[in-house]
């Protein structure tokens, strides 16, 4: 009988991230200053981050950072995570391919976001903060950060987006259970929050006014600082603890994955599976494809434009190179929350721009679609984003069925879903439709961006 789950022991839990940007032949460009247009130092950015984390977001010379104790011992709680072989995923597609996925949904939170949360929380522990802040959307990020502030004795203050705050009132309950004050934003704890209600009282709130409320709020307290969940270098560095882990994994199962995909919001966890996969194709040339599956609705990998932008949409944070549909860009309503994201990881978009990875659109349908049959063939109700990564490893499989291959496909399955009930319910009901952004809409937002490079 084929083996199912490969599992690696508490040991094994890595003692080192990945810092691939050692390894890149062309280098990230610098983040920009957006008063001055002077490249960022790490100096810039310690009034808002934890310094060692800001240090972590601008090093490119180690290609490894030690993970602390305390932050491995906490990885203990559900690390190391199993990697799975999709049996019954390749029976219902009857595929020739061998489908793998790394799964993520162990987390007690429910996601990978986890991984860099834990290590954000231990930095502003050591350093003497006493205070953090974040905000959240859909409350994924606000979840795992709770859990990780209350591991290091940190106050956490998440400003939730409002219309979520009464849309998902079950995440707002993890992150109170775990001690965290959760704020409906936009608030009148901060004057970018009263501002807004002055002008329009009934404003249901945006991720840009969150992190404005969040970043003000850290700025002007004092041991206080914000934390952010996705995109920037040191997330997707703390998320590479999946990649190497499914490496060995891979290693056991006596395969190597020919693709390795992942859904794709701000980065992290496509960063966290690919990255060390792709170490293998700077280092030593080895053939792997790396697929970043992004939602129609929302698609800056593949339709975006490579520029300066900034990484908010109120544009106070520094100007980033990335891929991007404009900070401007209103995403359709789609059920991936976590996927509404303009723009791609720094990182992410230099190694897009140099040819290393590949990126698909998917319709919000087909990831519902994809998701069923997951959920009726391996028994795991994947998160709406996560399900973007399935319907793009379901379209290998049947290529490889259709050109009578062997496949070998990795995928990382980043979340369940089974606090997304309601998006499955309107899935099931009939009531969901596809969102293609028109390219003219994209050409449009765009055009209203400063050009900077
Ligand atoms: C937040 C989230 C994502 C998207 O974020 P990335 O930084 O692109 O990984 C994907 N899946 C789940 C389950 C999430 O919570």
């Keep these: 009988m084929a083996t199912k789950k490969f599992i690696l022991s508490e040991k094994e839990i890595p003692q080192a991230w990945y810092n691939i940007v050692a390894d890149m032949p062309h280098k990230p460009m610098s983040p920009l200053n957006p008063a001055t247009k002077k490249p960022l130092t790490a100096e810039d950015l310690y009034p808002i981050f934890a310094e060692e984390l800001c240090k972590q977001e601008l090093n490119a010379t180690d290609a490894w950072i030690e993970i602390p104790d305390e932050v491995r011992d906490m990885y203990k709680i559900w690390r190391p995570t199993p990697l799975v072989r999709a049996l019954g995923l390749e029976k219902a597609l009857d595929t020739p391919a061998h489908i793998y996925f790394k799964n993520e ?4 939170v429910g996601s990978h976001k986890l991984n860099s949360a834990i290590a954000q929380a231990y930095y502003c522990k050591k350093q003497g903060v006493t205070n953090i802040t ?12 709770s859990l990780a502030a209350k591991a290091f004795g940190l106050e956490l203050a998440v400003y939730m987006v409002k219309v979520s705050y009464h849309q998902k009132p079950y995440r707002r309950s993890i992150m109170q259970t775990f001690g965290a004050q959760v704020i409906a934003s936009p608030s009148m704890s901060t004057k970018a929050g009263r501002k807004i209600l002055t002008e329009h009282p009934n404003y249901q709130g945006s991720l840009g006014t969150a992190i404005s409320e969040a970043i003000e709020l850290a700025m002007s307290t004092p041991n206080c600082k914000y934390t952010l969940g996705s995109v920037l270098n040191h997330v997707s560095l703390h998320q590479t603890v999946i990649g190497l882990e499914a490496e060995k994994q891979m290693e056991m199962a006596g395969e190597y994955p020919d693709v390795v995909i992942a859904c794709f919001g701000g980065g992290s966890n496509f960063s966290g599976i690919a990255f060390p996969f792709l170490r293998h194709k700077l280092r030593d040339g080895k053939e792997i494809r790396l697929v970043a ?5 929302c698609p800056k990998l593949t339709k975006g434009v490579f520029q300066y932008d900034f990484g908010d949409e109120a544009g106070y944070t520094p100007l980033l190179p990335m891929y991007t549909l404009g900070h401007n860009f209103a995403p359709a309503n789609i059920h991936a ?3 509404r994201y303009h723009g791609a990881g720094t990182i992410v978009s230099q190694l897009k721009k140099d040819g290393y990875l ?12 994809a998701a069923t049959l997951f959920a009726q063939s391996e028994g795991i109700i994947p998160a709406p984003e996560s399900s973007h990564a399935i319907a793009a ?8 069925k259709e050109e009578g291959k062997k496949r070998c496909i990795l995928f990382n399955l980043s979340g369940h879903g089974l606090i997304d009930m309601t998006a499955y319910d309107q899935y099931l009901a009939g009531d969901l439709v596809n969102y293609s952004l028109p390219d003219s809409e994209i050409e449009k937002n765009i055009s209203e961006l ?4």
């Design 105 to 108: 949904s162990v987390s007690p």
């Design 134 to 145: 974040t905000e959240t959307g859909a409350g994924q990020w606000g979840a795992a950060l």
């Design 293 to 297: 599956a992004e939602p129609a609705s």
């Design 337 to 339: 929350g976590g996927l």
């Design 358 to 369: 590949e990126a698909v659109d998917i319709d919000q349908l087909d990831t519902f679609k």
């Design 393 to 400: 490893a379901i379209q290998e499989a049947l290529k490889a």
């Design 450 to 453: 400063d050009k900077i490079i």
